[in-house]
């Protein structure tokens, strides 16, 4: 992908709500998507297809793998940015994003 397609998407994901809501939530403590789901109030569904779309442009990581009671596994996803700037220039913004430490 060329760097102009990486910055659309960065700045799509990060313009829709949803999208930031769940990235920015996951800077501090990995969760899963039933919990971001709960949590925030979006259908699962849309937390699965943010979060693929974060992992897509390396916003997102799997942090690990937990196991529930009933021995069905979930991933732990974890943002791997903790700041975003834009700046709106000429020809084209610039993004800066600020690696996570803590993932």
Do not use: C, H
């Not at 760097?3 to 659309?8: L, P, V």
């Not at 501090?28 to 979006?42: F, H, M, Q, V």
């Not at 259908?43 to 997102?60: M, Q, R």
């Amino acid at each position: 992908m060329k760097k102009y397609d990486i910055n659309q998407k960065v700045l799509e994901a990060l313009a829709d709500a949803q999208s930031r809501t769940i990235l920015f939530s996951i800077v501090k403590e990995g969760k899963t998507a039933i919990e971001l789901s709960e949590k925030y109030r979006i259908p699962l569904s849309s937390v699965y297809k943010k979060i693929t779309d974060l992992e897509e442009i390396a916003l997102v990581k799997v942090e690990r793998w937990e196991l529930s009671d009933s021995g069905k596994r979930f991933k732990v996803y974890r943002s791997r940015i903790s700041k975003a700037d834009i700046s709106i220039k000429k020809p084209e913004p610039t993004i800066t994003l600020a690696p996570n430490q803590d993932a």
